[in-house]
């Protein structure tokens, strides 16, 4: 009973850390029986999750007559970068730069907003702090929609609507309560000794600010600059609502307009969102890990 | 208090004033905009007049609004199809990419693909994907003849179905993510007592894992309803609201009336009651959830 139970375990939930190899030898037969059963609910959702993006890769590399014979399945035999040289010839290197500047200006300024805020958070005890905290997480039931109407009167009123600036502030706003709920969680754990002891040494809080928390939170810091680089630059709802000329256009926005553009060149639609989409496979393939944790850290302890 | 000790009371103001940066993004661009939104649902304003005080006007034209009362309908709905498709494949994929497995592993890093990419991105492959002669229909074709094909999205009775599968590949990675997180933080200690005493591997699930992953299920729950409440960019993209008002959810009906129809005043109250669902729905499912008392308890140790 025990022996056979022990073989369940080995493809059980999430306690497995016997090497595979030690149990082929004596049951062989039966799990390569049991082998593809093992392997099937994982193929069937790889399917699912990889058939888009494989999809939208061996289009974007197809010429314009084999897409429409209506090969879905295998990659083209004569594989054409053309739809990416049609796209880079458009306005597709100004969406990139108004994409990178919006999204480095509102990481830039979320950092070192929420970093001392949430240092204060951590360290002081007072009515006022506690009770902003709160605030701040009450902002995590705020949607966005709830306030849009009223931001685009007033980057109509101070004049900004239509320019990149527009887009910043919002931004910074929203992604506010969760950065600072990531760093507090995070700040949370420095051990007071350390304070103390710089304390001692006489250093004032600003030196304790930069000296201490900023070099022991660099995980959490790497967490939110991914966190929220993530959703400034995939964002589309402040575009669309807040900017409307081309030169303003971020990579998102332009996307959904290259829909109309585009008719029916769907080679060149997708070799635009795979162009579009090449930022963050790179930083899938250089920092997966720090990525998906980033992606997780408001939300799992 | 030791923490307390090392800060004199004068500058412990001054570190609370580290906070004053960020509270004045978050008041002014969240906090205040969602006020006037308030403020601007008691107001006719059209396009290029000026704002003038209605009263409840507005409100009492939502009350006989077909649209705005379907819209809130199927955002309802998409709410609960969300949360019934997401919440059992994400739990039991969390669960089997949890486990330590090479070939696990090697899956896991194809499924978190759908993170990388915008909301605008996945909207356009998937509208290609489920086009007349696309991939989808292909397959139809190849099983039940050339009479099989659909529109997924020109069929008002289909395409908010079709919708909520885009959402669900779009949100499942995410969530799998999260239910990773909570399946490799059970104690192994649980599943060697269960595997001594001869339990089967079925039981240990749902004996040990689901009770386990009771902050998970709730965390997620949460995330995946008040998500999908607000759910917007890859709606817009796909139908726009069609055809019809089929697809046409509350966000996007807010949206459209505000920005396409010009109708600030109205459009607030749709923005209003979107934050009061948006806001009740969180305080309840967390007070239902007993979840804030449980992390109180847990921050008290």
């Known amino acids: 009973m025990i022996t056979s139970d022990s073989q369940y375990v080995r493809y059980g939930y999430g306690l497995d850390n016997t090497n595979d190899r030690s149990v082929m030898n004596a049951k062989t037969i039966r799990s390569s029986s049991k082998g593809f059963f093992r392997f099937l609910p994982g193929i069937l959702w790889f399917l699912v999750a990889f058939y888009p993006v494989y999809y939208m890769f061996i289009v974007s590399i197809s010429d314009k007559q084999n897409f429409s014979s209506g090969n879905f399945w295998l990659p083209p035999t004569n594989p054409t970068l053309s739809n990416f040289l049609q796209v880079i010839q458009g306005n597709i290197g100004l969406y990139f730069l108004n994409s990178i500047i919006v999204t480095i200006a509102c990481v830039f300024l979320i950092v070192c907003l929420a970093l001392p805020a949430a240092f204060a958070i951590v360290k002081i005890n007072n009515i006022f702090v506690k009770n902003l905290f709160k605030l701040f997480l009450f902002g995590l039931a705020i949607p966005v929609q709830a306030a849009i109407i009223p931001i685009y009167v007033m980057m109509i009123s101070v004049g900004a609507y239509d320019t990149l600036y527009a887009l910043i502030p919002p931004q910074v706003a929203f992604w506010m309560p969760l950065s600072i709920l990531i760093l507090v969680n995070f700040i949370r754990d420095i051990p007071n000794e350390l304070y103390d002891s710089m304390v001692l040494d006489g250093a004032g809080h600003f030196r304790i600010l930069v000296k201490l928390v900023l070099p022991l939170s660099k995980p959490a810091i790497v967490a939110v600059v991914l966190y929220t680089g993530i959703q400034v630059w995939n964002n589309f709802l402040f575009p669309l609502v807040l900017t409307q000329s081309k030169d303003v256009r971020t990579l998102p926005f332009a996307l959904q307009k290259f829909q109309g553009q585009y008719g029916i060149d769907i080679p060149g639609l997708m070799a635009a969102v795979l162009l579009a989409s090449i930022p963050m496979i790179l930083l899938y393939i250089i920092a997966r890990r720090q990525l998906l944790g980033g992606l997780t850290a408001g939300f799992s302890k | ?301």
């Not at chain 2, 978050?26 to 006719?44: D, E, I, N, T």
């Not at chain 2, 599968?165 to 779009?170: D, E, G, R």
């Not at chain 2, 009770?211 to 759910?231: M, N, R």
């Open chain 2, 1 to 301: 208090m030791p923490e307390q000790n090392v800060l004199s009371k004068s500058s412990r103001w001054t570190v609370s004033g580290l906070t004053l940066p960020a509270l004045g993004f978050y008041a002014l661009f969240a906090l205040f905009p969602m006020f006037l939104a308030v403020a601007m649902s008691f107001m006719a304003w059209h396009a290029l007049s000026s704002p003038s005080w209605i009263g409840l006007q507005n409100w009492k034209h939502f009350f006989s609004d077909p649209i705005a009362i379907n819209a809130i309908y199927l955002s309802l709905k998409v709410m609960v199809l969300s949360w019934l498709i997401q919440t059992p494949l994400s739990l039991l994929l969390g669960v089997y990419v949890a486990g330590y497995q090479k070939y696990r592993a090697v899956f896991s890093v194809f499924y978190f693909l759908p993170l990388l990419f915008s909301a605008v991105a996945i909207g356009l492959i998937w509208i290609q994907i489920l086009s007349i002669s696309g991939p989808v229909n292909t397959i139809i074709t190849g099983i039940f003849g050339s009479d099989g094909r659909i529109s997924w999205l020109g069929d008002p009775t289909l395409a908010l179905y079709a919708i909520v599968i885009v959402i669900a590949w779009q949100f499942i990675p995410f969530h799998i993510l999260l239910y990773q997180a909570g399946t490799r933080q059970i104690p192994t200690s649980l599943y060697e007592a269960a595997t001594l005493d001869g339990a089967s591997n079925f039981r240990k699930f749902v004996h040990i894992t689901l009770p386990q992953l009771k902050h998970t299920f709730i965390t997620s729950s949460i995330l995946i309803l008040t998500g999908s409440l607000v759910y917007f960019d890859v709606i817009y993209v796909m139908t726009g609201g069609g055809p019809g008002i089929s697809t046409r959810i509350l966000p996007l009906d807010m949206y459209l009336r505000a920005f396409k129809m010009a109708q600030i005043g109205y459009g607030s109250v749709l923005a209003v009651i979107l934050s009061i669902i948006g806001v009740v729905l969180s305080v309840l499912l967390l007070t239902l959830s007993g979840f804030t008392r449980m992390q109180s308890q847990a921050e008290g140790t």
